[in-house]
């Protein structure tokens, strides 16, 4: 499998897009479109515990890296999705650097953090415990997510966190936060993003955001920007299929007139 880790510190271009279709078909089929990487959606999506192993394990399949975003800042729920096998977590509504301060506890072994050892599928049920030690602190990702005027007023304090390996800005739930909803706020918006941004690099720290197209890609890689989750499977089919329709009906309707 890829350098995921090292790919996401070392700035280098990434793009994937969230899971949220609780079935592996639908992991199998989005790992194979390319994608470097899946962000496996808990917080927003009826995906159960239960099922993400066998997500995580579908992506493995085709060798693409699967992090998940637990649906808050439980230690156990961190600990759940990587002893599962996760290639990293996505901590949302970080907007403290003492929160930021927890999820590298929860997500690291000791001495770096207090995560707790277990004999999940990512430590080969038991069987590969010191080897799993020996290099996770190393390979998983901590990602935690920017979304609201808190975080955006203490981003200074939260990119100073030790630990954190990227800064995952929440354009959605910023909006709102901020009041910069819709096309009368999108300036103040941008300007949000871009002080995140910059504050996060200037830490040292990678710097990712949800986008739910590739139109504006090159813009927010200028300013740093070097993750990208691009909309979801759900968003994909959705718009895939729509598009499909609309061409199918449009070349109906055509056809139609020049019967007549």
Known sequence: MSDFRGNCIKHRLLVGTFAAI?????????????????????????????????????ADVHRVPAMVRVPGHAAEDIAAVLDAGAAGVLVPRVSTAEQARDAVKATRYP??????????????????????????????????????????????????????????????????????????????????????AETARSAGRAVGIFRPSPDDVSAWSQVGISFFVLASDTMFLGASMAAGVIDAKKQASGSEAKEK
């Not at 609780?22 to 959606?41: K, M, N, R, W």
């Not at 001495?111 to 069987?127: H, I, K, T, W």
């Open 22 to 58: 609780p079935h592996p078909v639908a992991i199998e089929v989005t790992a194979a479109s390319g994608v470097d990487f899946l962000c496996i959606d808990w917080e927003h999506s009826q995906i159960s515990r239960e099922r993400i192993e066998d997500l995580i394990r579908a």
């Open 111 to 196: 001495p770096l953090g207090a995560r707790g050892v277990g004999p999940g599928r990512a430590a080969a049920y038991g069987y590969r415990i010191p080897d799993y030690l020996s290099k996770a602190n190393a390979e998983l990702v901590l990602a935690i997510q920017v979304e609201t005027a808190e975080g955006l007023a203490n981003i200074a304090d939260i990119a100073a966190v030790d630990g954190v390996d990227l800064i995952f800005i929440g354009p959605g739930d910023l909006s709102v936060s901020i009041d910069a909803m819709g096309p009368a706020g999108k300036n103040k918006l941008d300007a949000a993003i871009r002080t995140i």
